[in-house]
């Protein structure tokens, strides 16, 4: 269970992204590396509930 990634949900997929940007990765960069993810998956599951990644704060915010 340590390695699920709630994929299902674009919401619960974006906390989780989140969290781990926040707790764990330095950057997305890292956190695709870490968990074998796709950045072009990640903006496929995200960008339709309106949200893109800010480098600056290292977070998914709201476009």
């Known amino acids: 269970m340590a390695n699920y990634i709630p ?13 781990k940007l926040r707790d764990e990765c330095k950057d997305l960069g890292q956190l695709i590396e870490r968990y074998n993810l796709s950045e072009k998956d990640i903006i ?3 960008d339709p509930i309106g949200y ?10 709201t476009k």
């Open 7 to 19: 994929k299902e949900d674009p919401y619960i997929f974006l906390s989780w992204l989140n969290m």
């Open 44 to 46: 496929n599951k995200i």
């Open 52 to 61: 893109a990644y800010d480098k600056k704060i290292n977070q998914f915010v």
